[in-house]
């Protein structure tokens, strides 16, 4: 469950937040510049609210009244965003096995289940090379795998499927959809990934809502 009830400053623009989204899958609709990435950033810890609360299954990890601030990295969420944001030095495997082993797990348990997670999305064959030596589109995947092995309770999706084949986008779609976080925020511009009848945020106007899905 999240609950993000505020706003953030953007110079002269204000985007206000009212939101309790229950698990499931949830897609972000709205136009360019709306603001779609901004709430991304605010749940992810990327960005901090100027005034509100973010509460994420039940612990708050943004109220600026009280002075909390809960940095990205100690916040229960899973990223896939546009930039990738892979670490140069580490092959793919270890990208994708960096999650597990910053948890605790051995060597051996992040990476088998890194395989997996790479295999998952067509690109278990590139497991030894390094970011530099990939495709946008084979970054993406990877940084999709990464996600999808981050055990979190919160999975946020920015265009996850831009850099990706047309060939290769249904068998993603499906393998993101059925991702074992218990909530999923997913921004896409492709009616192909929104499901009909699905759960809505929309994003339009300077606020951020839940709608209904048609």
Known sequence: MI???????????????????EPGVHYVVGPNGAGKTTLLRVLAGLEALDG????IDGQTVDRPAGGRFVAAHRRPVAMAFQDHRLFPHLSVLDNVAFPARRRGASRHDARTAARRHLESVGVGDIARRRPRELSVGQQQRTAIARALATPAALLLLDEPLAAIDDASRTLIRSRLRSATHPTTVWVSHDPSDVEAGSRRISVEGGAVRQTLGS
Do not use: K
Not at 7 to 17: A, K, N, P
Not at 52 to 55: F, M, N, P, Y
């Open 3 to 21: 609950s993000l009830h505020g706003h953030v400053l953007r110079g002269s623009l204000r985007l206000d937040f009212d939101l309790d989204v």
């Open 52 to 55: 509100g609360e973010l509460a």
